[in-house]
């Protein structure tokens, strides 16, 4: 029998993470692509990302990606 943490399968660790530009103030920040939680500009606190229950609904302008591993 399994015994700890249960692990889900299929669900993995790694991610996507984003660099969004603030459509209203320009600050550049990291967003985690599937962000369970919405992500609000550390400056202006404008909506940057909006979890959907897989990748977050990205607001701004994504300046970069970097694939997590
Ligand atoms: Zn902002």
């Given at each position: 029998m399994a015994r700890g943490?249960?692990?889900?399968?299929g669900v993995s660790m790694a991610g996507s993470f984003h660099r969004?530009?603030?459509g209203d103030c320009e600050n550049?920040?990291?967003v985690f692509g599937k962000a369970s939680s919405v992500v609000s500009c550390a400056v202006c606190?404008?909506?940057?990302?909006t979890p959907t229950g897989g990748e977050a609904e990205l607001a701004g302008d994504v300046v970069e990606t970097v694939e997590a591993r």
């Amino acid at each position: 029998m399994a015994r700890g943490p249960t692990h889900l399968p299929g669900v993995s660790m790694a991610g996507s993470f984003h660099r969004v530009r603030c459509g209203d103030c320009e600050n550049e920040q990291v967003v985690f692509g599937k962000a369970s939680s919405v992500v609000s500009c550390a400056v202006c606190g404008t909506t940057l990302a909006t979890p959907t229950g897989g990748e977050a609904e990205l607001a701004g302008d994504v300046v970069e990606t970097v694939e997590a591993r």
